[in-house]
């Protein structure tokens, strides 16, 4: 019998408790010069911000990233194959982490589920999430400090995405527009990728998809963030139902 994903391992009284925090991505960037233009300056980093990358105990390779507002998205793997995903919030502080999320779990055919968790973190250091039965050890990625330009994110990417079987390329240009292209004909996703107010290595990430062969039904918009590590871009977003995810992971 399969063991079921970490995530989805919570008692109907968490599953009810559960909260979520869904906010409205919107591209932003700044620098000492000119606010019009390049990232954001730096600024401390607070509590359990940051990404981490890790393995739950189940064998998942997870990728999770808490922002400074608290917004929390994470998504779990094994090899190419995207497993699940999640949205919600942490809080953290004096070493605690503690949070609610909605989780999108693709072998059972997308079906989204609330769940707690909490845990304990050494700030830029390590970071342990317990999900009941199953335990995500995470460390911390130091990429996630050094910001870019959008421009930084430019080129074609073919990856895969969670739930559906095709694979998708996308592409992103050097003012942060993004688009499909083949081998999805009968599917269009328009977007944008740009640098969040906060900075960091985090991208804010808006879609839309158009046609009857895309993963997410016709209209559906969603927001999220997006990730690049060496050639590897990561998305993930959510639309406002918070029930239809756009989970990505693809190279270029």
């Known amino acids: 019998m399969r063991t079921p994903p970490f995530f989805l391992r919570m008692s109907v009284a968490a599953a009810a408790a559960a909260t979520l925090l869904l906010s409205a991505c919107g591209g932003g960037s700044s620098s000492d010069d000119d606010p019009s233009t390049g990232p954001p300056p730096a600024r401390p980093i607070a509590g359990a911000e940051g990404r981490w990358a890790g393995r739950a105990s189940t064998g998942y390779d997870v990728l999770l990233t808490i922002l400074d507002t608290g917004?929390?998205?994470?998504?779990y793997t094994r090899g190419p194959v995207i497993h699940g995903a999640f949205h919600g919030s942490s809080s953290s502080s004096g070493g605690q982490l503690r949070g609610s999320a909605a989780v999108v779990d693709y072998e059972r055919a997308g079906q989204v589920h609330s769940?707690?968790?909490g845990g304990s973190y050494v700030p830029q250091r390590q970071l342990e999430a317990g999900f009941v039965f199953d335990v995500f050890s995470g460390t911390y990625v130091p990429g996630y400090e050094r910001t870019a330009p959008v421009a930084?994110?430019?080129g074609s990417y073919v990856g895969s995405v969670?739930?559906?079987p095709a694979p998708l390329a996308l592409t992103i240009h050097?003012?942060?527009g993004l688009m499909s292209t083949e081998p999805t004909p009968a599917c269009l996703v328009r977007g944008s990728v740009g640098v969040r107010p906060g900075g960091?290595?985090?991208y804010d990430l808006r879609a839309s998809f158009t046609g009857d062969g895309c993963p997410l039904p016709h209209g559906t918009a969603v927001a999220g963030i997006a990730l690049l590590d060496g050639t590897r871009l990561t998305i993930t977003s959510v639309a406002p139902s918070a029930v239809d995810?756009?989970?990505?992971?693809?190279g270029r």
């Open 71 to 75: 917004e929390t998205w994470g998504v």
């Open 245 to 250: 995810f756009f989970v990505f992971q693809g």
């Open 200 to 202: 960091r290595g985090v």
């Open 174 to 176: 050097a003012d942060g």
């Open 115 to 117: 769940s707690l968790y």
């Open 162 to 164: 969670g739930g559906w």
């Open 152 to 154: 930084a994110l430019a």
